[in-house]
């Protein structure tokens, strides 16, 4: 299975602040995907991210709002930009081991006062 | 919009007992389906993947899909009270290996 690491694990932000959040796989894989999960919520596709192309994003979220980079086949960053108290989430990247299968970081908790 | 659907629970049953977990699904194109257990505080836990009609059983654990019905269930034998969690379905999407989750059952496992 794929071991993720994400940092920061918490952190809690002022509103119209930013956060960049990291995701670090240890084999290399070709999609990185990040969710959000809003407070007693499932988790909701924020977006794909493919090394050496754009992010896509699903209906609903924007690059503006939640620009992403893929600068290798074993890193991802999440910004979370002019953040408001919606966004206070849990914020997950996840990616496959190689099969359809994927497994999960351990997530990265935001507050937004 | 292709949706996952699950009852929220709280599921409770009685150690060692049987729990049962089910979810259906709307979007037929979807191939592969997985259990996720999430603990409070804790990002999901891979527990079965399932690509076939019929069962596959992993120790205790004992997935079900069937495709005409669009149903995928998770069977818990002898649940223990560390079972206790919240259980996601998820299917595959037109994402490619992205899933649609559904909003996941609660389950209670009483000593």
């Known amino acids: 299975s794929a071991v993720i690491s994400q940092k920061p694990s918490r952190d809690i932000c002022q509103r119209g602040t930013s956060l960049t959040i990291q995701c670090q796989v240890d084999s290399q894989v070709t999609m990185m995907f990040w969710y959000r999960q809003q407070p007693g919520q499932s988790l909701t596709l924020i977006a794909t991210a493919n090394q050496g192309s754009e992010a896509t994003y699903e209906s609903g979220f924007v690059i503006d709002k939640f620009p992403i980079s893929r600068p290798n086949l074993t890193f991802s960053t999440l910004t979370v930009s002019n953040m408001s108290p919606e966004d206070s989430s849990i914020y997950l990247c996840s990616a496959p081991d190689g099969t359809d299968t994927q497994y999960f970081g351990p997530g990265t908790r935001l507050t937004v006062l | 919009q292709k949706e996952v659907e699950q009852n929220s629970g709280p599921l409770s049953v009685p150690e060692g007992a049987i729990a049962s977990l089910n979810c259906t699904y709307s979007d037929r194109g979807s191939q592969s389906f997985f259990w996720y257990r999430q603990y409070s505080g804790k990002s999901p836990e891979l527990i079965m993947s399932?690509?076939?009609?019929g069962d596959k059983e992993d120790g205790r654990f004992t997935a079900q899909l069937n495709k005409a019905s669009q149903y995928v269930s998770l069977l818990i034998r002898d649940s223990q009270p560390s079972d206790s969690a919240t259980y996601l379905c998820a299917g595959e999407s037109n994402s490619g290996y992205a899933l649609n989750f559904g909003k996941g059952t609660s389950l209670l496992v009483t000593p």
């Open positions: 399932i690509y076939s009609n």
